[in-house]
């Protein structure tokens, strides 16, 4: 499995952003995907974790109601819509894959497969 992940940039406070995240042997149409970020000096932080067979999800409190997840099956990528961006979502955004449904949460010890991460900066 190999992940892909782009879209990241400079915006500015207010501003959205786009993120894909595009896979090599796996579909999105099983097991989980996942969002994740890291801001320097900090930890791996779960922002939204969605099953997809089942669509159960999580969505961190931090991004709730500002960032979404679609999928496009039929270019197997998934998208991080991410709006109204605030100085404190500054981080590299990685996308993650798990084979099996995951809990209801979003950590990084439930995913195996991760992609390379990309910037997301926002100015202020």
């Known amino acids: 499995v190999q992940l892909q992940a782009s879209g990241g940039g400079l915006v500015r406070t207010g501003g959205s952003l786009r993120l894909s995240c595009a896979a090599s042997g796996f579909t999105f149409d099983y097991g989980a995907i996942g969002w994740f970020r890291q801001a320097p000096g900090k930890e791996r932080e779960g922002l939204l974790c969605i099953n997809n067979n089942d669509g159960e999800s999580y969505y961190a409190d931090s991004v709730q109601g500002r960032f979404t997840i679609f999928r496009n099956l039929a270019e197997n990528t998934v998208s991080l819509q991410m709006n109204s961006l605030k100085p404190e979502d500054t981080a590299i955004y990685y996308c993650?894959?798990?084979?099996?449904?995951?809990?209801?949460?979003?950590?990084?010890?439930?995913?195996?497969?991760w992609g390379q991460g990309t910037q997301v900066t926002v100015s202020s």
């Open positions: 993650a894959t798990e084979g099996v449904n995951v809990k209801p949460r979003c950590v990084v010890a439930d995913f195996t497969h």
